[in-house]
């Protein structure tokens, strides 16, 4: 058994920041201890990224295994040189159109940034995030910070603090409670060490938002392989991720088609003894009346969706769900970040 230690937990406004606590938790920081924080994405888990004992223990919290490296966070643009070889201007581009924002870019690293935090790789993933608290606490400790997802790996990303108790009570220092996340999905991660941008993992910065300023960029071909996984029946464990407990299953076709093939489905299920939950849209709550369903947001709005996604998944455990039915939704501009994680947390899906 791991020993447990106390945790403290505070309660902040990102639009008021109380300059005491940031204090605090940039002490903890300093002496090799874990703190919580929200950003505009997700939670994370934080730890002085210069020092690799106390990254070690975000690591071992988080059940992380080692080969799986972690974003560095920094508060302002001048800190890059320190920790990267070079900064393209292509990414000096990117950094003043969208930092501070949801934007994790890979660069050549210096020794500064040991192998403990990148995996052994020589390029490291670095971002400025878009929260008041994150910025005080990183420019309070004067340190970089390593800030991974705040959750058990494998589960849900943490939207707001209950999650991070959820999974990480008694295992870090201090979580600051800073209200939910806005994005509620985490960065996009764009590799900008060779000629072309290449996104790595979808999240709120698009395609086309890179494109607008580079005038190029690509997807790496696992996401695009990973998101068109059609198998009937595929438990296919290593792509499984952002998982509730339940088992998730995602229907892809038109809204109204899937809408109805799910409320088939949900009847069969639950004659075979489950608790079935339904994960719906605005425009299709309609066709699941008296079922058990949550609804995500609204399709023209994916902002609505990437915000509620997570909390949803972990809404649906807390209900004590079997099986949670999913439908999928456009895979345009932010709607191709929440398809990712939709893939990810599925074991099966159904093209209807
Ligand atoms: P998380 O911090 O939980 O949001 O996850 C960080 C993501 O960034 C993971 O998908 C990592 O694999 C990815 N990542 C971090 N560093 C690198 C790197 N140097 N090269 C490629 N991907 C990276
Ligand atoms: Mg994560």
Same mark, same amino acid.
């Given at each position: 058994?791991?020993? !447990?230690?106390?945790?403290?937990?505070?309660?902040?406004?990102?639009?008021?920041?109380?300059p005491? &606590? &940031?204090?605090?938790?940039?002490?903890?920081?300093?002496?090799? $201890?874990?703190?919580?924080? *929200? /950003?505009?994405?997700?939670?994370? #888990?934080?730890?002085? +990224? %210069?020092?690799?004992e106390a990254?070690?223990?975000i690591?071992?919290?988080?059940?992380r295994p080692?080969?799986?490296?972690l974003?560095?966070h #920094?508060?302002?643009?001048?800190?890059?040189?320190?920790?990267?070889?070079?900064?393209?201007?292509?990414?000096?581009?990117l950094?003043?159109?969208?930092?501070?924002?949801?934007?994790t870019?890979?660069?050549?690293?210096?020794?500064? =940034?040991?192998? !403990?935090?990148?995996?052994g790789?020589?390029?490291a993933a670095?971002? %400025?995030?878009k929260?008041?608290?994150a910025?005080a %606490?990183?420019?309070?400790?004067?340190?970089p910070i390593? +800030? *991974?997802s705040?959750?058990t790996?494998?589960?849900?990303?943490?939207?707001?603090?209950?999650h991070?108790?959820?999974? @990480?009570? $008694?295992?870090?220092?201090?979580?600051?409670?800073?209200?939910s /996340?806005?994005? $509620?999905?985490?960065?996009?991660?764009?590799?900008?060490?060779?000629d072309?941008?290449?996104i =790595?993992?979808?999240g709120?910065?698009? !395609?086309?938002d890179v494109?607008?300023?580079l005038?190029?960029?690509?997807y790496?071909?696992? #996401?695009?392989?990973?998101?068109? !996984?059609?198998?009937?029946?595929?438990?296919g464990?290593?792509y499984r991720h952002?998982?509730?407990?339940?088992r998730?299953? @995602?229907?892809?076709?038109?809204?109204?088609?899937?809408?109805?093939? &799910?409320?088939?489905?949900?009847?069969? %299920?639950?004659?075979?003894?489950?608790?079935?939950?339904?994960?719906?849209?605005v425009? /299709?709550?309609?066709y699941?009346?008296?079922k058990t369903?949550?609804?995500?947001?609204?399709?023209t709005?994916? @902002?609505?969706?990437?915000?509620? @996604?997570f909390?949803d998944?972990?809404?649906?455990?807390?209900?004590?769900?079997?099986?949670?039915?999913s439908?999928?939704?456009?895979?345009?501009?932010?709607?191709? +970040?929440?398809m990712n994680?939709?893939?990810? +947390?599925?074991?099966?899906?159904?093209?209807?």
């Amino acid at each position: 058994m791991e020993e !447990k230690i106390h945790t403290k937990i505070v309660r902040m406004d990102s639009e008021n920041i109380d300059p005491e &606590i &940031i204090k605090e938790a940039a002490i903890i920081i300093n002496k090799g $201890g874990i703190v919580v924080f *929200p /950003t505009e994405t997700v939670y994370g #888990i934080g730890a002085d +990224a %210069l020092n690799d004992e106390a990254v070690d223990k975000i690591f071992k919290a988080k059940g992380r295994p080692q080969d799986n490296p972690l974003i560095v966070h #920094i508060a302002d643009v001048s800190e890059l040189d320190a920790l990267v070889k070079e900064v393209p201007e292509s990414a000096d581009k990117l950094a003043d159109k969208y930092w501070p924002g949801p934007l994790t870019m890979i660069l050549y690293k210096k020794d500064i =940034l040991s192998d !403990k935090i990148t995996a052994g790789l020589d390029t490291a993933a670095i971002r %400025l995030p878009k929260n008041q608290i994150a910025l005080a %606490l990183i420019r309070e400790s004067k340190k970089p910070i390593a +800030a *991974p997802s705040a959750n058990t790996s494998g589960k849900p990303s943490p939207t707001e603090a209950s999650h991070v108790i959820e999974d @990480l009570m $008694g295992k870090v220092d201090m979580i600051i409670d800073g209200g939910s /996340t806005n994005i $509620g999905i985490e960065s996009t991660v764009i590799d900008m060490t060779g000629d072309m941008p290449t996104i =790595l993992r979808p999240g709120g910065i698009t !395609k086309e938002d890179v494109e607008e300023v580079l005038g190029r960029c690509e997807y790496d071909p696992a #996401i695009i392989k990973s998101s068109e !996984k059609i198998v009937p029946k595929s438990p296919g464990q290593k792509y499984r991720h952002y998982s509730p407990k339940a088992r998730v299953v @995602l229907y892809k076709g038109k809204a109204e088609d899937i809408a109805q093939r &799910i409320a088939k489905d949900y009847e069969k %299920l639950q004659s075979e003894g489950l608790r079935v939950g339904i994960m719906s849209t605005v425009q /299709t709550e309609k066709y699941y009346e008296g079922k058990t369903t949550i609804c995500c947001g609204d399709r023209t709005k994916p @902002l609505t969706i990437s915000s509620n @996604l997570f909390k949803d998944l972990r809404n649906f455990d807390r209900m004590g769900m079997d099986v949670i039915l999913s439908e999928a939704v456009d895979e345009q501009g932010l709607g191709k +970040a929440i398809m990712n994680r939709l893939g990810k +947390a599925s074991s099966e899906t159904i093209i209807v």
